[in-house]
């Protein structure tokens, strides 16, 4: 009986030798391929050099890239042979002659910072935003007098049936909403903003 739990002991003690042994090879293993895996550098414009673009892109000097800035530079790359990305990549920055630093040096220019040797096609970047017309309260609230509606000075749905209604017996498409022509139609001025607006669209 001895024996045997000798023999349990040692065959124990054999195995854990075995297991603390092959364990740290495992994870020297996965070490290695992780290693092996270089990390994706991801190149990133820093505060200085986001504000000398700004300058010469003459937008409001942030140091961000904001909204206004990536707009600009979405329009400066197309014209200097760069992929319109709106980001501030290396081959923007050397393109705009901003420094670069040491560590920025070390990370390659990406092949699609380029713009393609294809003929360039009109992309919707490039056309002009549509306008989209809106009443303001002050005309909604006529509209709502002439529908004999609540004047609320908003096109609730009270308002827009009574609108559909209207647009149906004069001949207009019917939209529930109060566009342009609906107003024209009733006599209601229209901003300066919505005339300069549909003279922009006619043109």
Do not use: H
């Not at 854990?16 to 740290?24: G, H, L, M």
């Not at 409001?60 to 904001?66: I, Q, R, S, V, Y």
């Not at 420094?99 to 056309?127: C, G, N, R, Y």
């Amino acid at each position: 009986m001895k024996n045997l739990i000798l023999i349990l002991i040692v065959s124990l003690l054999v195995t854990i030798s075995i297991n603390a042994q092959t364990t740290p090879a495992a994870a020297s293993d996965t070490k290695t391929t992780a290693e092996a895996k270089p990390k994706k550098q991801i190149f990133r414009a820093n505060k200085e050099q986001v504000m000398q673009a700004q300058k010469m892109l003459k937008v409001e000097e942030t140091g961000k890239l904001n909204d206004e800035t990536r707009a600009a530079l979405k329009k400066y790359q197309p014209e200097n042979g760069l992929k319109a990305t709106g980001t501030l990549n290396r081959a923007t920055l050397e393109k705009m002659s901003i420094e670069l630093t040491d560590k920025q040096k070390e990370i390659p220019v990406s092949p699609s910072s380029f713009a393609s040797s294809e003929p360039a096609t009109p992309s919707d970047a490039s056309k002009p935003k549509k306008v989209i017309f809106r009443a303001s309260k002050e005309q909604i609230t006529q509209a709502q007098k002439m529908l004999k509606v609540e004047e609320t000075g908003k096109l609730d749905d009270e308002t827009r049936a009574g609108l559909k209604i209207y647009q149906a017996a004069n001949g207009l498409k019917v939209t529930g909403t109060l566009n342009q022509v609906t107003l024209e139609k009733m006599g209601i001025t229209l901003t300066d903003k919505q005339k300069e607006n549909s003279m922009k669209d006619s043109q």
